[in-house]
């Protein structure tokens, strides 16, 4: 048994293999990382024409609020009720 064959057969033993694409990362030692997207670079650009429909947002945003609504609307994404929000003036 080759040492990738112990690994694959370890992390098989570990995650199943339903999981394998998740534990494949760990087998490779390949880092995954992310962060906040850098809204405040494009927000005055682009927020007037989401506003005005000349941007289609497409479906970051499912749910559409006032702003006297905004407390339930942080409320339905802690929730998981809600992925994103438009808050309407």
């Not at 809204?39 to 005005?52: F, G, K, S, W």
């Not at 006297?68 to 339905?76: C, F, L, N, S």
Request: glycine share 6%.
């Amino acid at each position: 048994m080759t040492t990738s064959d112990a690994a694959k057969a370890h992390h098989d033993q570990l995650f199943g293999e339903r999981n394998s694409t998740l534990a494949a990362f760990f087998v490779k030692s390949t880092t995954l990382t992310g962060g906040p997207a850098p809204v405040r670079a494009y927000i005055e650009q682009l927020l007037p024409a989401v506003l005005d429909g000349s941007v289609n947002p497409g479906k970051v945003f499912d749910r559409t609020v006032s702003i006297e609504d905004t407390p339930q609307a942080y409320a339905a994404m802690d929730a998981r009720r809600a992925l994103k929000v438009m808050i309407k003036p």
